[in-house]
């Protein structure tokens, strides 16, 4: 099959995430992919053209060889006025590949390119998709644009064929948006067990971070939104007069620069260790250098009923996680399965140190290993090929 994807955000530069994982494995069934994505961290770049130029690239983010060819649409770059240059670049593009790609199903993921790819696959009888991971309305980035984002989001929801959430929380979240209950789906992110398992060693990344083995290691990898709790974590490092316990940071993001700040103003930079943004092939070493991987998280709207993939493979490489008592969470993996629930960021410190000194740190992370059996991406991608191969088939009898 021929599947179209639009995303308002970076297929490009961010962090793999579910889309990456069905995306590229879907075309290593033999399937064919495109991409229509947003830059959406144009305003950080010093670029000074005020129309951006239209760009394809050509993208392996999770199996080597396996490309997914992106298409970028121009916009203005003009603050806001970018939006409404998108009402045009992006529906012109979208028309552009309904036409030459000829797509048999399309998928959205955001608001804005999904309302347009919607509208497109309706005129065109095509089945439209939503792939929801996120409280989409929650993540634009402008407060007051919010409402209207929770509009367009219940009315996309309401018009999908068919909706496949990755968690049970996010399935009641969009049928309470409008989606209807029997065409909302499940499927659950996976991991790759030649990649994740207990058997990489981390002792390089040690190494080179300037880690000792006696260190303990607290490790968060992803996005570094402002809400994520790691400044608040770095801050409370201070306090804790054990040098051994350091806090190994992953990633890039709006709290990046904080971050910075708090290392330099409190003396952290021994403790503190900012990796930035890392290859994904590099990934799994990260993870096997921690002893314990978090998830501080504040429970707001964004964060509550979600399930990020680097749960699944924190758990894999048999770390413990200590997370936010988050609905998504807890509901995904309950007790006893290698998650340690703390009610915010504040507790995370002495949370991590009781497990240190009564010893269970090993103990609860060969729970999460033992959770995670046979949760593997193949699985996961056979059960998203049948259900998108049902919605064609069921589009083409009306």
């Known amino acids: 099959?021929?599947?179209?994807?639009?995303?308002?955000?970076?297929?490009?530069?961010?962090?793999?995430?579910?889309?990456?994982?069905?995306?590229?494995?879907?075309?290593?069934?033999?399937?064919?992919?495109?991409?229509?994505?947003?830059?959406?961290?144009?305003?950080?770049?010093?670029?000074?053209?005020?129309?951006?130029?239209?760009?394809?690239?050509?993208?392996?983010?999770?199996?080597?060889?396996?490309?997914?060819?992106?298409?970028?649409p121009s916009i203005l770059r003009i603050r806001y006025i970018e939006y409404l240059s998108m009402l045009f670049t992006y529906s012109r593009e979208i028309k552009r590949q309904m036409d030459e790609f000829n797509p048999d199903i399309v998928i959205g993921n955001s608001i804005l390119s999904n309302f347009m790819l919607m509208r497109r696959a309706q005129r065109k009888g095509i089945p439209f998709v939503i792939l929801l991971v996120d409280a989409e309305h929650t993540l634009i980035p402008s407060k007051w644009l919010r409402p209207t984002g929770k509009m367009i989001e219940g009315r996309l929801l309401r018009k999908a064929n068919l909706v496949i959430v990755i968690n049970e929380p996010l399935r009641e979240y969009a049928i309470a948006m409008g989606a209807a209950r029997p065409r909302t789906m499940v499927i659950r992110a996976g991991i790759d067990p030649k990649r994740y398992n207990p058997e990489v060693d981390g002792n390089n990344i040690r190494s080179e971070y300037g880690i000792d083995q006696r260190d303990k290691v607290l490790f968060f990898m992803g996005w570094l939104y402002h809400f994520s709790g790691l400044k608040e974590l770095a801050r409370q490092l201070c306090k804790v007069k054990n040098p051994r316990m350091k806090l190994f940071i992953v990633g890039e993001g709006d709290a990046y620069k904080d971050l910075q700040g708090i290392v330099e103003q409190y003396g952290l930079r021994d403790r503190v260790i900012l990796a930035g943004r890392q290859p994904y092939s590099d990934i799994p070493g990260f993870i096997a250098s921690a002893d314990i991987c978090l998830l501080p998280a504040y429970n707001n709207a964004t964060m509550r009923d979600i399930v990020p993939i680097k749960m699944y493979e924190y758990l894999a490489m048999g770390k413990?996680?200590?997370?936010?008592?988050?609905?998504?969470?807890?509901?995904?993996?309950?007790?006893?399965?290698?998650?340690?629930?703390?009610?915010?960021?504040?507790?995370?410190?002495?949370?991590?140190?009781?497990?240190?000194e009564d010893g269970s740190v090993e103990s609860e992370g060969r729970k999460g290993r033992e959770f995670m059996k046979g949760k593997d991406w193949d699985k996961v991608v056979r059960e998203f090929e049948d259900l998108l191969s049902l919605a064609i088939r069921t589009r083409r009898k009306k």
């Open 320 to 356: 413990p996680v200590i997370s936010t008592d988050l609905p998504g969470i807890r509901q995904e993996f309950g007790e006893n399965h290698g998650v340690i629930y703390v009610s915010g960021p504040s507790e995370v410190l002495n949370k991590a140190l009781n497990m240190f």
């Open 1 to 72: 099959m021929r599947i179209l994807l639009a995303q308002d955000s970076d297929w490009v530069m961010r962090n793999p995430v579910q889309q990456h994982h069905l995306a590229e494995r879907m075309i290593s069934r033999g399937h064919e992919v495109r991409v229509i994505d947003y830059d959406i961290l144009w305003k950080d770049r010093s670029r000074k053209e005020l129309l951006s130029k239209r760009e394809i690239f050509h993208v392996s983010k999770v199996l080597e060889g396996v490309n997914v060819t992106v298409i970028r």
